[in-house]
């Protein structure tokens, strides 16, 4: 009972930072608009907004009732009720609404120009997270990144893509897989390595993957925390036990993750030239919604809006689940038993940025 006092009085007192710099920062100016050419996203299902829609896999979200609060109601393939995190860091930063699916046949070279999403739902910064649903591994998304340099030089040329690569801002969100379904739910992933073991290779692929991207030109590069991973509804239902609590050991582990990126970002920004490495805490923010969901005006913190609310992610929350969906989503913090609602995104991405849009710059 001692660790566990001191693990939550940690978790408050982040929180009441979060919540102070949030209210000194309301003052920050964001860039003008057009200071950012594009905004480009590497990453899992929290920030794919289509690309698993045209590969083969089970872990899709291209039917209703995602995307039911979508722009015309279309299910995009983006794993919510409405708008992802990428669409609206890319509106904050006044650069375009959406950002689209690198995969998408129809993209127009407006669209490169302005930024794509190479995300794909269920991958990780573990290889093995993605060929568990076969999706694209971070690698395969650095190679469709080097496709994309290619078709920007032969639209624009030469000079106007490295003005393009280097000046634009990159979102990196992967993890929560890796805790959750390859770590935690996978026996050989737990007999192979402890904890602070396998958060520290989460790490160092993690450090790998931003400094490729670094060495193609990329220089001002988000990286997402791991969120209270225990404290998904997927994750209270599995280990959770009968009062589906929050599972410590997977919030304990996003904590420690989140520890050793931070300084590991920290490091590559001292070793890199010109490098904006910026460590972007959605843990903190998240965990607040969850334990106070009044404040923000939610009422369900503990299972989703689709389907039972405790299992449903991708085809488990379809129109042929006999529970359907809630009525109203934005009265919850969680779309399915593994992704927020639009209403949580929007209102997490306005606090990350207040914190952390001027570190970019």
Known sequence: MKYFSGIMLYNYMVILATFIQIYYCEGIEFPEKGKVPAFIVFGDSIVDPGNNNYIATVGKADFPPYGRDFPGRVPTG??????????????????????PPYLDPKLNINELLTGVSFASGAAGYDPDSAKLANVLTLEDQLKYFKGYIKKL?????????????????????????????????????????????YTSKMVNWSSTFVQELYGLGARRIGVVSA??????????TLHGGLRKSCADKENQASILFNGKLSTELSNLNQKLPQSR?????????????????????????????????????????????????????????????????EAAYKIIVHHVLQQSVANFF
């Not at 983006?78 to 609404?97: C, H, M, T, V, W």
């Not at 030089?153 to 690569?165: H, L, P």
């Not at 969120?227 to 209270?236: A, N």
């Open 227 to 236: 969120p209270p991973c225990g404290c998904l509804p997927s994750q209270r």
């Open 153 to 197: 030089k032969a639209a624009v040329g030469e000079n106007r893509t490295s003005a393009i690569i280097s000046e634009s801002v990159y979102l990196v969100c992967a993890g929560s897989n890796d805790i959750t379904n390859t770590y935690f739910s996978l026996p050989f992933a737990r007999l192979k390595y402890n904890v602070p073991a």
């Open 277 to 341: 490495f910026v460590y972007l805490d959605i843990y903190n923010p998240l965990l607040n919604l969850i334990n106070n969901p009044s404040q923000s005006g939610f009422e369900v913190a503990n299972k989703g809006c689709c389907g039972t609310g405790n299992l449903a992610v991708s085809f488990l929350c379809s129109k042929l689940n006999p529970l359907g969906a809630c009525k109203d989503a934005s009265k919850y913090i969680f779309w399915d038993s593994f992704h927020p609602t």
């Open 78 to 99: 983006r794993y919510s009720n409405g708008k992802i995190p990428s669409d609206f860091f890319a509106e904050e930063l006044g650069i375009k609404e959406f950002v």
